[in-house]
């Protein structure tokens, strides 16, 4: 038997056969079995065919963070999958293949990996029907690991007792006939402490997790079009839709979705869409109608690979430079980048109470890879978080802004009162004494279209002077890990946890551990450039990561700090293929 | 009671004189008199055009956003806080050019809202191009040689969306203009009102004078009736079509069209209980959590 503490798992096979299914109820079985888990999918833009494959990364012993490129088992459910995966089996490893898909006899397979032929199909049709094959397989990777079946069966249960007693019947004779064909169990994972915890686990994606944030700081108005990969957000918030009263509409495009959002923030509502770069584009005006009008809305644009429509289901960093500055003129914003699920949910219901306090657009950056992949994490902490609308006034409130007198008999409400902060009180309709018109033209304290000079300059002064309290609120980025580092990694959004492993690797490098530490920019505007210059100036190997071509986080550091990562001795990895770097990669660049 | 001096704004119009929009000003400030609607509960969204300022002019909630983008947002808000009267307000080439997608899918939704349409045919706000309802031929800055392109028919695209209350009035008849508005307004589901508004400094053609001498309204004629949905009754709708159709010699104004349907916001799964606006101090999320454990 092959020891191992954590194993990874692949599951590939054409589009369409159920295995990014099956990958979710294999992870929430093992998270549930008390295993800390990772899973994510890599899916071509095709409703059938094409090939797709699932991996799924687990340990009872530690901390499973990101995915890892390397396998332990590859499930292959079709030539293709045998054929891209087959070098990427670790020594010990097995491949699990269907003979009548593929001669192996033709293929060099890497030494020290077991070669499993089962034919699922005929296992599966003697469970009743192709449909189990996907089960089967379930069980043939239970069996080899050696696992307890009865997480995956009550799985099974939950997922198919309403389909009925002979599916959910069906569904576990297959799952027992995967173990059955597995021939044994192969690996010997290392046991954890009991599965006690795991009750307060959960597993699920960023997007997922920022949804709980968004619906905890009370949006309950979502406007969007579908785009891959944001799409999830109006999903889940649509399922959430009418237990937690939140009204959903799927627009007929981008442009809507965002002008809808603007509307319901001056309503009064909290409200959020989500895009990616194509979407993202189209709702740039209206964005910048937020800044001007000064009203509060939350916009996700979860990255893929650009430009145009790109890679549309692969991940990227790309979009930072066109987030950062989108629409015309300037105007007051927050840009935020979460980088785990934790993240997710925090900054997500942080996100709403920036956008009511500072009464501007805050727009949040994922990506694919941390918009789709699955994490397990302890259930969210929901201690201290406190709703804060900022300054809405009501009747009596509206009336001390109120100018008396003039022509028309007074009664008009300064919407764009100058203030210290650059807040203004804001009403909403419904209340009187506060009516106002909220405007995407240049406007005085009564939302008056006037072009004077220096009512101009006076309102431009009053917006900008947001970014000076948000940056003295936003938390300043922190090192994460020991402050005396021999390399210090930089990078932003869903690289996080990866170089959290990195570092971890690295430090327990056979031969002499290598000491390193990460700095994470989580808010890009405004953006604490006192404090990151000082890191970095500091840091002995500055080290930019980056998924994108041009390193836009690092030409941002250099534009407000100065800071060059190559004149400083660093270096930067960057990467734009569309996949994710793994561990693996990232300390093979370092090393080398 | 709402009185006009409760709708008096800081500042009066800067339109020029004799513009159509005047009429309907004042046809918006009468109804809301009429109808009492408090100015504190009633919010025009506007986009970007001359008119599409009309909401600095009546003192009540007003959102003037983006050149085409007035409905999206009055959706929103009507959405999030369905006790509110929401009036949409935009030119013909806002609502029929820019905007054109959202007009269709407004219709198609059918919520509680009016659209008011500015319609000189004509764009004005950028001195003098066509726009999508120039009729073919007509000469601007933009088509120095004619407009080669059909004028599109608003009210008949109000029957092929879905509109449940489509009429067509004149910023030239004052009484007339503001029962269309009332009714408008009081009508469940989303009204269309395009009304023709003559711009007295770059279209030429469509004046006051081309109108007084062409406009009939529809209910002075005892031969039309006012369509409905196409039940087990008689249909109407190819006759109120083919009246939408009228262009020369005689051009009719009034209802077209009337139906009663279930608003969006009678079927908006997620205003079951409660309203988007009313934020509550705290949500609990433990039950959503069990989802993912």
Same mark, same amino acid.
């Given at each position: 038997?092959?020891?191992?503490?954590?194993?990874?798992?692949?599951?590939?096979?054409?589009?369409?056969?159920?295995?990014?299914?099956?990958?979710?109820?294999?992870?929430?079985?093992?998270?549930?079995?008390?295993?800390?888990?990772?899973?994510?999918?890599?899916?071509?833009?095709?409703?059938?065919?094409?090939?797709?494959?699932?991996?799924?990364?687990?340990?009872?012993?530690?901390?499973?963070?990101?995915?890892?490129?390397?396998?332990?088992?590859?499930?292959?459910?079709?030539?293709?999958?045998?054929?891209?995966?087959?070098?990427?089996?670790?020594?010990?490893?097995?491949?699990?293949?269907?003979?009548?898909?593929?001669?192996?006899?033709?293929?060099?397979?890497?030494? @020290?990996?077991?070669?499993?032929?089962?034919?699922?199909? &005929? %296992? /599966? *049709? !003697?469970?009743?029907?192709?449909? =189990?094959? #996907?089960?089967?397989?379930?069980?043939?990777?239970?069996?080899?690991?050696?696992?307890?079946?009865?997480?995956?069966?009550?799985?099974?249960?939950?997922?198919?007792?309403?389909?009925?007693?002979?599916?959910?019947?069906?569904?576990?004779?297959?799952?027992?006939?995967?173990?059955?064909?597995? @021939?044994?169990?192969?690996?010997?994972?290392?046991?954890? &402490? %009991? /599965? *006690? !915890?795991?009750?307060?686990?959960? =597993?699920? #994606?960023?997007?997922?997790?920022?949804?709980?944030?968004?619906?905890?700081?009370?949006?309950?108005?979502?406007?969007?079009?579908?785009?891959?990969?944001?799409?999830?957000?109006?999903?889940?918030?649509?399922?959430?839709?009418?237990?937690?009263?939140?009204?959903?509409?799927?627009?007929?495009?981008?442009?809507?979705?965002?002008?809808?959002?603007?509307?319901?923030?001056? *309503? !009064?509502?909290?409200?959020?869409?989500?895009?990616?770069?194509?979407?993202?584009?189209?709702?740039?005006?209206?964005?910048?109608?937020?800044?001007?009008?000064?009203?509060?809305?939350?916009?996700?644009?979860?990255?893929?690979?650009?430009?145009?429509?790109?890679?549309?289901?692969?991940?990227?960093?790309?979009?930072?430079?066109?987030?950062?500055?989108?629409?015309?003129?300037?105007?007051?914003?927050?840009?935020?980048?979460? !980088?785990?699920?934790?993240?997710?949910?925090?900054?997500?219901?942080?996100?709403?109470?920036?956008?009511?306090?500072?009464?501007?657009?805050?727009?949040?950056?994922?990506?694919?890879?941390?918009?789709?992949?699955?994490?397990?994490?302890?259930?969210?902490?929901?201690?201290?978080?406190?709703?804060?609308?900022?300054?809405?006034?009501?009747?009596?409130?509206?009336?001390?802004?109120?100018?008396?007198?003039?022509?028309?008999?007074?009664?008009?409400?300064?919407?764009?009162?100058?203030?210290?902060?650059?807040?203004?009180?804001?009403?909403?309709?419904?209340?009187?004494?506060?009516?106002?018109?909220?405007?995407?033209?240049?406007?005085?304290?009564?939302?008056?279209?006037?072009?004077?000079?220096?009512?101009?300059?006076?309102?431009?002064?009053?917006?900008?002077?947001?970014?000076?309290?948000?940056?003295?609120?936003?938390?300043?980025?922190?090192?994460?890990?020991?402050?005396?580092?021999?390399?210090?990694?930089?990078?932003?959004?869903?690289?996080?946890?990866?170089?959290?492993?990195?570092?971890?690797?690295?430090?327990?490098?056979?031969?002499?551990?290598?000491?390193?530490?990460?700095?994470?920019?989580?808010?890009?505007?405004?953006?604490?450039?006192?404090?990151?210059?000082?890191?970095?100036?500091?840091?002995?190997?500055?080290?930019?990561?980056?998924?994108?071509?041009?390193?836009?986080?690092?030409?941002?550091?250099?534009?407000?700090?100065?800071?060059?990562?190559?004149?400083?001795?660093?270096?930067?990895?960057?990467?734009?293929?569309?996949?994710?770097?793994?561990?693996?990669?990232?300390?093979?660049?370092?090393?080398? | 009671?709402?009185?006009?001096?409760?709708?008096?704004?800081?500042?009066?119009?800067?339109?020029?004189?004799?513009?159509?929009?005047?009429?309907?000003?004042?046809?918006?400030?009468?109804?809301?008199?009429?109808?009492?609607?408090?100015?504190?509960?009633?919010?025009?969204?506007?986009?970007?055009?001359?008119?599409?300022?009309?909401?600095?002019?009546?003192?009540?909630?007003?959102?003037?956003?983006?050149?085409?983008?007035?409905?999206?947002?009055?959706?929103?808000?009507?959405?999030?806080?369905?006790?509110?009267?929401?009036?949409?307000?935009?030119?013909?080439?806002?609502?029929?050019?820019?905007?054109?997608?959202?007009?269709?899918?407004?219709?198609?939704?059918?919520?509680?809202?009016?659209?008011?349409?500015?319609?000189?045919?004509?764009?004005?706000?950028?001195?003098?191009?066509?726009?999508?309802?120039?009729?073919?031929?007509?000469?601007?800055?933009?088509?120095?040689?004619?407009?080669?392109?059909?004028?599109?028919?608003?009210?008949?695209?109000?029957?092929?969306?879905?509109?449940?209350?489509?009429?067509?009035?004149?910023?030239?008849?004052?009484?007339?203009?503001?029962?269309?508005?009332?009714?408008?307004?009081?009508?469940?589901?989303?009204?269309?009102?395009?009304?023709?508004?003559?711009?007295?400094?770059?279209?030429?053609?469509?004046?006051?004078?081309?109108?007084?001498?062409?406009?009939?309204?529809?209910?002075?004629?005892?031969?039309?009736?006012?369509?409905?949905?196409?039940?087990?009754?008689?249909?109407?709708?190819?006759?109120?079509?083919?009246?939408?159709?009228?262009?020369?010699?005689?051009?009719?104004?009034?209802?077209?069209?009337?139906?009663?349907?279930?608003?969006?916001?009678?079927?908006?799964?997620?205003?079951?209980?409660?309203?988007?606006?009313?934020?509550?101090?705290?949500?609990?999320?433990?039950?959503?959590?069990?989802?993912?454990?």
């Amino acid at each position: 038997m092959t020891q191992k503490s954590t194993i990874n798992i692949l599951i590939g096979g054409p589009a369409g056969s159920g295995i990014e299914s099956a990958g979710m109820l294999l992870g929430k079985s093992l998270m549930r079995g008390g295993a800390s888990v990772f899973a994510c999918n890599e899916i071509m833009s095709l409703i059938r065919g094409g090939h797709n494959y699932n991996r799924v990364r687990f340990s009872y012993t530690e901390k499973v963070l990101c995915h890892d490129d390397r396998a332990d088992v590859v499930v292959a459910l079709d030539r293709e999958s045998v054929e891209e995966h087959l070098d990427e089996i670790r020594d010990g490893g097995v491949l699990v293949y269907d003979q009548d898909h593929v001669d192996i006899s033709k293929l060099k397979v890497p030494d @020290g990996v077991r070669v499993l032929h089962v034919d699922l199909d &005929e %296992a /599966a *049709a !003697g469970v009743g029907g192709a449909i =189990y094959k #996907n089960t089967v397989a379930i069980g043939v990777i239970l069996g080899l690991c050696g696992l307890d079946l009865g997480n995956m069966e009550k799985i099974l249960r939950d997922t198919f007792g309403e389909k009925g007693a002979e599916i959910v019947a069906n569904n576990v004779n297959a799952l027992k006939k995967g173990v059955e064909v597995s @021939g044994g169990q192969h690996f010997e994972i290392a046991a954890g &402490e %009991a /599965a *006690a !915890g795991a009750a307060e686990e959960m =597993y699920l #994606n960023g997007h997922d997790a920022f949804c709980l944030g968004a619906v905890k700081a009370g949006c309950r108005f979502v406007g969007e079009y579908p785009m891959t990969p944001s799409s999830s957000i109006l999903h889940t918030m649509a399922k959430w839709a009418e237990k937690m009263g939140i009204v959903v509409k799927h627009a007929e495009d981008e442009i809507a979705a965002m002008n809808m959002i603007v509307g319901a923030g001056f *309503a !009064g509502a909290r409200s959020l869409t989500g895009t990616s770069g194509g979407g993202f584009a189209l709702m740039t005006e209206a964005v910048g109608m937020a800044g001007m009008s000064e009203t509060p809305c939350v916009i996700v644009n979860a990255q893929r690979v650009g430009p145009s429509t790109g890679l549309p289901t692969k991940t990227e960093q790309g979009d930072l430079r066109q987030v950062m500055h989108a629409s015309q003129g300037d105007y007051p914003r927050v840009v935020m980048a979460p !980088g785990d699920p934790e993240e997710c949910f925090e900054m997500g219901f942080e996100a709403f109470n920036y956008a009511d306090r500072y009464q501007l657009p805050v727009l949040v950056l994922t990506d694919k890879y941390l918009a789709e992949s699955m994490y397990s994490v302890p259930v969210f902490n929901e201690e201290g978080m406190k709703i804060d609308r900022g300054k809405i006034l009501d009747e009596k409130g509206a009336a001390a802004v109120t100018a008396e007198g003039g022509e028309a008999g007074g009664g008009f409400f300064r919407r764009y009162a100058l203030s210290e902060d650059g807040v203004s009180g804001r009403t909403l309709p419904g209340t009187p004494g506060g009516e106002h018109v909220a405007t995407s033209y240049e406007h005085d304290e009564f939302s008056d279209l006037l072009e004077d000079a220096d009512i101009r300059v006076a309102q431009m002064d009053k917006r900008m002077k947001k970014m000076t309290g948000l940056l003295s609120e936003l938390p300043a980025p922190e090192l994460i890990g020991e402050a005396d580092a021999d390399i210090t990694l930089v990078s932003w959004g869903s690289y996080k946890p990866i170089l959290e492993d990195v570092v971890a690797r690295l430090a327990a490098r056979e031969g002499g551990g290598v000491k390193a530490n990460i700095l994470m920019i989580k808010y890009m505007v405004p953006f604490h450039a006192d404090v990151v210059g000082k890191i970095l100036r500091a840091a002995k190997k500055p080290v930019l990561v980056e998924q994108n071509f041009s390193g836009q986080l690092g030409g941002l550091i250099k534009e407000k700090t100065g800071f060059d990562f190559e004149e400083a001795g660093g270096a930067k990895i960057l990467k734009y293929d569309g996949r994710q770097m793994d561990c693996e990669y990232i300390i093979t660049k370092l090393v080398s | 009671m709402t009185e006009q001096k409760d709708l008096l704004t800081k500042d009066k119009p800067n339109w020029c004189p004799g513009c159509g929009d005047y009429g309907i000003l004042t046809a918006l400030k009468n109804v809301m008199v009429d109808l009492d609607l408090a100015p504190a509960n009633t919010v025009v969204a506007t986009g970007i055009g001359c008119g599409s300022k009309i909401n600095h002019w009546v003192k009540c909630y007003g959102f003037e956003g983006l050149h085409g983008r007035p409905l999206p947002v009055a959706s929103a808000v009507k959405l999030c806080n369905p006790d509110l009267n929401v009036v949409a307000v935009g030119g013909d080439g806002d609502g029929y050019g820019l905007g054109m997608g959202h007009f269709i899918h407004a219709m198609r939704r059918n919520l509680n809202m009016t659209y008011i349409v500015q319609d000189n045919q004509i764009y004005g706000l950028t001195t003098g191009q066509t726009s999508p309802t120039s009729d073919r031929g007509t000469v601007t800055k933009s088509t120095p040689s004619g407009a080669i392109e059909l004028p599109v028919n608003p009210i008949e695209l109000g029957f092929a969306s879905g509109a449940t209350y489509i009429a067509r009035g004149y910023a030239g008849d004052l009484p007339h203009l503001t029962k269309l508005i009332a009714d408008g307004i009081s009508h469940k589901g989303f009204a269309l009102i395009d009304v023709f508004q003559p711009c007295v400094t770059f279209n030429k053609i469509n004046t006051y004078q081309f109108f007084q001498e062409r406009v009939y309204k529809l209910e002075d004629d005892p031969t039309f009736k006012v369509a409905g949905p196409c039940g087990d009754k008689e249909c109407d709708v190819c006759d109120a079509i083919a009246r939408s159709r009228e262009w020369g010699d005689k051009i009719p104004i009034g209802l077209f069209y009337k139906e009663d349907r279930a608003t969006y916001e009678s079927e908006e799964i997620g205003l079951k209980d409660g309203r988007p606006v009313d934020v509550p101090a705290e949500v609990g999320i433990e039950e959503l959590m069990s989802e993912f454990m």
